[in-house]
Protein backbone atom coordinates (compact mmCIF):
# COMPACT_ATOMS: atom_id res chain seq x y z
CA UNK A 1 0.00 0.00 0.00
CA UNK A 2 0.96 3.69 -0.33
CA UNK A 3 0.34 6.88 0.57
CA UNK A 4 0.68 10.78 -0.24
CA UNK A 5 1.25 13.77 1.68
CA UNK A 6 0.77 17.25 0.60
CA UNK A 7 1.69 19.56 2.86
CA UNK A 8 -0.27 23.18 2.67
CA UNK A 9 -4.10 22.68 1.57
CA UNK A 10 -3.52 26.41 0.34
CA UNK A 11 -0.50 28.07 -1.10
CA UNK A 12 0.31 31.75 -2.31
CA UNK A 13 2.55 33.44 -4.33
CA UNK A 14 3.52 36.96 -6.34
CA UNK A 15 3.52 36.69 -9.86
CA UNK A 16 6.80 36.32 -10.88
CA UNK A 17 7.68 34.33 -7.58
CA UNK A 18 8.63 30.72 -6.88
CA UNK A 19 6.41 28.30 -6.31
CA UNK A 20 6.83 25.33 -4.64
CA UNK A 21 4.62 22.74 -3.67
CA UNK A 22 5.13 20.04 -1.46
CA UNK A 23 4.39 16.06 -2.01
CA UNK A 24 5.86 13.12 0.26
CA UNK A 25 5.07 9.63 -0.48
CA UNK A 26 5.07 6.27 1.43
CA UNK A 27 5.65 3.29 -0.48
CA UNK A 28 6.98 0.33 0.39
CA UNK A 29 8.39 -0.53 -3.73
CA UNK A 30 10.18 1.89 -5.74
CA UNK A 31 7.14 4.42 -6.25
CA UNK A 32 5.84 5.48 -9.89
CA UNK A 33 5.02 9.55 -8.68
CA UNK A 34 2.51 12.23 -10.70
CA UNK A 35 0.99 15.42 -10.38
CA UNK A 36 -1.80 16.34 -11.83
CA UNK A 37 -3.18 20.03 -12.21
CA UNK A 38 -7.13 20.45 -12.37
CA UNK A 39 -9.04 24.25 -13.26
CA UNK A 40 -12.14 25.19 -12.08
CA UNK A 41 -14.60 22.92 -13.14
CA UNK A 42 -12.53 20.45 -15.50
CA UNK A 43 -11.08 17.37 -15.12
CA UNK A 44 -7.93 17.08 -13.79
CA UNK A 45 -4.34 17.04 -16.58
CA UNK A 46 -1.07 15.00 -16.21
CA UNK A 47 1.82 17.79 -15.24
CA UNK A 48 4.88 15.56 -15.43
CA UNK A 49 5.60 12.06 -13.80
CA UNK A 50 8.51 10.28 -12.39
CA UNK A 51 8.81 6.10 -13.43
CA UNK A 52 12.51 5.57 -12.34
CA UNK A 53 14.49 7.36 -15.01
CA UNK A 54 15.64 10.80 -14.49
CA UNK A 55 15.00 11.63 -10.59
CA UNK A 56 14.59 15.43 -12.07
CA UNK A 57 11.21 15.56 -14.28
CA UNK A 58 10.15 18.46 -16.61
CA UNK A 59 6.81 18.75 -17.57
CA UNK A 60 4.07 21.48 -18.77
CA UNK A 61 4.09 25.09 -18.60
CA UNK A 62 7.47 25.12 -16.90
CA UNK A 63 6.84 22.77 -14.24
CA UNK A 64 9.60 20.69 -13.02
CA UNK A 65 9.44 18.16 -9.69
CA UNK A 66 12.45 16.47 -8.43
CA UNK A 67 12.24 12.82 -6.64
CA UNK A 68 14.43 12.31 -3.74
CA UNK A 69 14.16 8.83 -2.16
CA UNK A 70 16.38 9.58 0.73
CA UNK A 71 13.85 12.44 1.89
CA UNK A 72 10.37 10.31 0.17
CA UNK A 73 9.53 13.50 -1.35
CA UNK A 74 8.43 14.93 -4.82
CA UNK A 75 8.14 18.29 -4.67
CA UNK A 76 6.59 20.40 -7.41
CA UNK A 77 8.09 23.69 -8.39
CA UNK A 78 8.03 26.46 -11.31
CA UNK A 79 10.65 29.35 -11.33
CA UNK A 80 8.45 32.14 -11.92
CA UNK A 81 4.66 32.11 -11.16
CA UNK A 82 1.82 33.59 -14.00
CA UNK A 83 -1.69 34.16 -13.09
CA UNK A 84 -2.69 30.97 -15.27
CA UNK A 85 -1.11 28.37 -12.97
CA UNK A 86 -3.90 29.35 -10.54
CA UNK A 87 -5.41 26.05 -9.88
CA UNK A 88 -5.36 23.40 -7.47
CA UNK A 89 -2.47 20.73 -7.86
CA UNK A 90 -2.70 16.70 -6.74
CA UNK A 91 0.30 14.69 -6.27
CA UNK A 92 -0.17 10.80 -7.24
CA UNK A 93 1.54 7.86 -6.45
CA UNK A 94 1.20 3.67 -7.15
CA UNK A 95 3.93 0.91 -8.05
CA UNK A 96 4.75 -1.96 -9.68
CA UNK A 97 2.00 -4.34 -8.11
CA UNK A 98 0.00 -2.46 -6.83
CA UNK A 99 -2.63 -1.16 -9.16
CA UNK A 100 -4.29 1.15 -7.04
CA UNK A 101 -3.36 5.12 -8.29
CA UNK A 102 -3.28 7.09 -4.67
CA UNK A 103 -3.91 10.89 -4.49
CA UNK A 104 -2.99 13.19 -2.34
CA UNK A 105 -6.05 15.84 -0.99
CA UNK A 106 -4.53 18.50 -3.01
CA UNK A 107 -3.38 22.09 -2.97
CA UNK A 108 -4.81 25.18 -4.26
CA UNK A 109 -2.57 27.93 -5.50
CA UNK A 110 -3.43 31.33 -5.75
CA UNK A 111 -0.97 33.87 -7.23
CA UNK A 112 -1.55 36.97 -6.09
CA UNK A 113 -0.68 40.41 -8.94
CA UNK B 1 -10.91 12.29 -30.48
CA UNK B 2 -13.67 12.18 -27.75
CA UNK B 3 -11.36 10.83 -24.59
CA UNK B 4 -13.10 10.15 -21.65
CA UNK B 5 -16.66 11.13 -21.54
CA UNK B 6 -18.93 11.24 -18.25
CA UNK B 7 -22.93 11.56 -18.28
CA UNK B 8 -24.63 12.84 -17.11
CA UNK B 9 -22.62 16.67 -16.08
CA UNK B 10 -25.24 17.30 -13.38
CA UNK B 11 -28.16 14.75 -11.52
CA UNK B 12 -29.92 15.65 -8.29
CA UNK B 13 -31.00 11.78 -6.21
CA UNK B 14 -33.86 11.92 -3.88
CA UNK B 15 -32.31 9.49 -0.58
CA UNK B 16 -33.19 5.96 -1.52
CA UNK B 17 -32.88 6.58 -5.16
CA UNK B 18 -30.62 4.08 -7.77
CA UNK B 19 -28.61 5.80 -10.71
CA UNK B 20 -25.57 4.43 -13.09
CA UNK B 21 -22.71 7.04 -14.10
CA UNK B 22 -21.87 6.48 -17.18
CA UNK B 23 -18.42 6.36 -18.47
CA UNK B 24 -16.84 5.63 -22.05
CA UNK B 25 -13.44 6.15 -23.33
CA UNK B 26 -12.24 5.82 -27.27
CA UNK B 27 -8.42 5.38 -26.50
CA UNK B 28 -8.56 1.65 -26.35
CA UNK B 29 -7.25 1.75 -22.34
CA UNK B 30 -7.06 -1.34 -20.46
CA UNK B 31 -7.18 0.35 -17.37
CA UNK B 32 -10.39 2.61 -16.27
CA UNK B 33 -11.02 3.96 -12.50
CA UNK B 34 -13.99 6.14 -10.44
CA UNK B 35 -12.62 8.44 -8.45
CA UNK B 36 -14.98 10.86 -6.10
CA UNK B 37 -13.61 14.39 -4.59
CA UNK B 38 -14.56 16.16 -1.91
CA UNK B 39 -13.46 19.20 0.13
CA UNK B 40 -10.43 18.84 1.53
CA UNK B 41 -10.10 14.82 0.84
CA UNK B 42 -8.83 15.12 -2.55
CA UNK B 43 -9.50 11.93 -5.10
CA UNK B 44 -10.43 8.97 -3.57
CA UNK B 45 -10.78 5.61 -5.40
CA UNK B 46 -13.96 3.89 -5.32
CA UNK B 47 -13.48 0.86 -7.92
CA UNK B 48 -10.78 0.02 -11.02
CA UNK B 49 -10.53 -2.23 -13.63
CA UNK B 50 -7.54 -3.60 -14.99
CA UNK B 51 -9.49 -4.81 -18.41
CA UNK B 52 -12.35 -6.15 -19.30
CA UNK B 53 -14.34 -8.64 -17.09
CA UNK B 54 -11.85 -7.52 -14.25
CA UNK B 55 -12.90 -5.42 -11.96
CA UNK B 56 -11.41 -4.61 -8.06
CA UNK B 57 -12.39 -2.65 -4.94
CA UNK B 58 -10.63 1.08 -4.10
CA UNK B 59 -10.33 3.06 -0.93
CA UNK B 60 -14.24 3.75 -0.84
CA UNK B 61 -16.14 0.94 -2.40
CA UNK B 62 -19.10 0.90 -0.41
CA UNK B 63 -22.70 1.74 -1.50
CA UNK B 64 -21.09 1.47 -5.34
CA UNK B 65 -21.03 -1.30 -8.04
CA UNK B 66 -18.93 -1.14 -11.32
CA UNK B 67 -19.01 -3.80 -14.22
CA UNK B 68 -16.99 -3.76 -17.39
CA UNK B 69 -18.16 -5.97 -19.80
CA UNK B 70 -16.39 -4.10 -23.19
CA UNK B 71 -13.24 -2.26 -22.78
CA UNK B 72 -14.82 1.35 -23.89
CA UNK B 73 -17.69 1.54 -20.68
CA UNK B 74 -16.70 1.46 -17.56
CA UNK B 75 -20.31 2.13 -15.41
CA UNK B 76 -20.76 3.13 -11.46
CA UNK B 77 -24.24 2.19 -9.89
CA UNK B 78 -25.43 4.10 -7.02
CA UNK B 79 -27.24 1.32 -5.25
CA UNK B 80 -29.41 3.18 -2.71
CA UNK B 81 -28.47 6.73 -2.88
CA UNK B 82 -27.24 8.67 0.44
CA UNK B 83 -26.93 12.34 1.28
CA UNK B 84 -23.24 11.26 1.85
CA UNK B 85 -22.78 9.82 -1.40
CA UNK B 86 -23.36 13.91 -2.68
CA UNK B 87 -19.95 14.93 -4.09
CA UNK B 88 -18.15 15.34 -7.83
CA UNK B 89 -17.29 12.00 -9.41
CA UNK B 90 -14.91 11.50 -11.77
CA UNK B 91 -13.64 8.89 -14.61
CA UNK B 92 -10.28 8.03 -15.59
CA UNK B 93 -8.49 6.03 -18.27
CA UNK B 94 -5.08 4.86 -18.51
CA UNK B 95 -2.93 2.58 -20.66
CA UNK B 96 -1.73 0.69 -17.02
CA UNK B 97 -2.00 2.63 -13.92
CA UNK B 98 2.10 3.50 -14.49
CA UNK B 99 0.81 5.64 -17.77
CA UNK B 100 -0.57 8.88 -17.53
CA UNK B 101 -4.46 8.77 -16.57
CA UNK B 102 -7.17 10.64 -18.39
CA UNK B 103 -9.94 12.09 -17.30
CA UNK B 104 -13.46 12.89 -17.79
CA UNK B 105 -15.01 16.40 -17.05
CA UNK B 106 -17.10 15.10 -13.98
CA UNK B 107 -20.13 14.32 -12.74
CA UNK B 108 -21.66 16.82 -10.10
CA UNK B 109 -24.21 14.41 -8.01
CA UNK B 110 -26.00 16.09 -5.13
CA UNK B 111 -28.36 13.65 -2.70
CA UNK B 112 -31.00 15.25 -1.09
Known amino acids: AQSVTQLGSHVSVSEGALVLLRCNYSSSVPPYLFWYVQYPNQGLQLLLK??????LVKGINGFEAEFKKSETSFHLTKPSAHMSDAAEYFCACSNFGNEKLTFGTGTRLTIIP | NAGVTQTPKFQVLKTGQSMTLQCAQD?????MSWYRQDPGMGLRLIHYSVGAGITDQGEVPNGYNVSRSTTEDFPLRLLSAAPSQTSVYFC???????????FGQGTRLTVV
Open chain 1, 50 to 55: YTSAAT
Open chain 2, 27 to 31: MNHEY
Open chain 2, 92 to 102: ASSLRVDTEAF
